[in-house]
């Protein structure tokens, strides 16, 4: 073989692995894999390298997944030893080229190839393409729920198995109104094993239910924590008709609010401050109930409240007002903070007021 049929055949071996790679990736993500970790769990499966992570035993246990990885380190196997034959093959075969001549061919070709397989906006072009020939071809579903739903943004999909005394018991959702603190029943399956998909608010909760739950990854860990709680019912309750208050009172924009837990740590700047000293309120953060190391919960505290290390503070309001009293590392920062989200606050109410440009 000469070496421009060599280095043309090397070419088309590494496009081919190229193409075979971002196949996987689309096929992956299909099955419900956000686009990021399938890249990744594609180049480590054809590449042959394995990380023993969650993420992997994710791509394991699901049965398609398993099949595109298997296809994946076989693809990988024969591409490299091609790329290893015809890669030596070039730089050896019969020609007048110069050897060094050769390895600078060589290594143009590879950095134009590694170029094209780094650009982004190829990437999207390929993925879209791509995308668009598997649902014509395959019974994949297309959907990359990691994505849709933000759960790498503090949302999180998980189960809660209802026990006889949890006040859940015997509750439609629509009484309970679970929504109302950032969490919601995508289904319900009976202990009988029937199962109740999107479930609507006349749905009864009964004991041995598993419940499918999506939202605030804080506000269903207090769920799950609380719900055999005997006063459970009653502070889910306040906290219900606190937030309802709380919207009637505030100027209230869906999009900018949010549920979350504040757990009070030693190096907390609020530690040891009142409500009152803090104010809150003013600054778009509502404390709805407190909860106390021991598991005493403490309902719609007074502004003389002290606030401890180790308690969980039930927040609402601006997410991001909410952010800055968790991450700041002062009072001077903390209303820094504030002052940057008031103008921004600002900025967003005047732009939605100006008169469109004619």
């Known amino acids: ?3 421009l049929q060599a280095i043309i055949v090397l070419i088309v071996i590494l496009c081919v692995n190229l193409l075979i790679n971002r196949i996987a990736t689309v096929a992956l993500t ?9 890249r990744f769990q594609a180049r480590s499966a054809f590449c042959t390298v394995g990380f023993t992570t969650t993420e992997a035993e994710s791509m394991v246990n699901h049965p398609v997944r398993r099949r595109i990885i298997m296809l994946l380190m076989l693809s990988g196997n024969i591409g490299f030893v091609g790329i290893i034959v015809t890669g030596v093959g070039s730089v050896g075969g019969e020609s007048t080229i110069p050897s060094f001549s050769k390895v600078m061919m060589v290594a143009g070709a590879l950095g134009v190839l590694w170029a094209i ?4 906006w190829i990437d999207d072009k390929m993925f879209h393409w791509i995308s668009w020939a598997l649902k014509r071809v395959s019974s994949l579903e297309a ?16 189960t809660i198995k209802v026990g006889e005394t949890d006040w ?19 289904g319900i399956k009976r202990s009988d094993e029937t199962f109740l998909g999107a479930p609507v608010g006349a749905a009864y909760i009964r004991k041995g239910d598993t419940l499918i739950v999506y939202g605030v990854r804080e506000s269903i860990k207090r769920l799950d924590r609380q719900r055999s709680d005997s006063k459970g019912w009653e502070k889910h309750q306040h906290i219900i008709a606190e937030k309802q208050n709380h919207v009637q009172s505030t ?17 907390s700047w609020f530690a040891g401050e009142t409500l009152q000293a803090l104010r809150l309120d003013g600054k778009g953060v509502a404390i709805f ?4 190391q021991d598991g005493k919960s403490v309902t719609r505290p007074e ?4 606030i401890q290390v180790g308690d969980r503070l039930f927040c609402y309001g601006n997410h991001e007002r909410i952010h800055a009293l968790k991450n700041t590392l002062d009072m001077e920062a903390f209303k820094d903070a504030m002052a940057t989200c008031c103008a921004k606050q600002q900025r967003l109410q005047e732009d939605s007021t100006a008169e469109p440009p004619r």
Not at 30 to 38: D, L, P
Not at 303 to 306: G, P
């Open 1 to 3: 073989m000469s070496f």
């Open 30 to 38: 299909f099955t419900g894999v956000s686009r990021e970790m399938a």
């Open 117 to 120: 397989g780094s650009s982004k």
């Open 143 to 158: 959907q990359d729920y990691h994505t849709l739903l933000h759960l790498q943004e503090g949302y999180y999909v998980t």
């Open 168 to 186: 859940l018991v015997g509750r439609s959702l629509g009484q309970l109104r679970l929504s109302d603190i950032g969490v919601t029943i995508l």
């Open 251 to 267: 100027d209230f924009s869906e999009t900018a609010f949010s549920i979350s837990e504040c757990t009070v740590k030693k190096e």
């Open 289 to 292: 109930s407190v909860e106390h």
């Open 303 to 306: 502004d003389s409240y002290v």
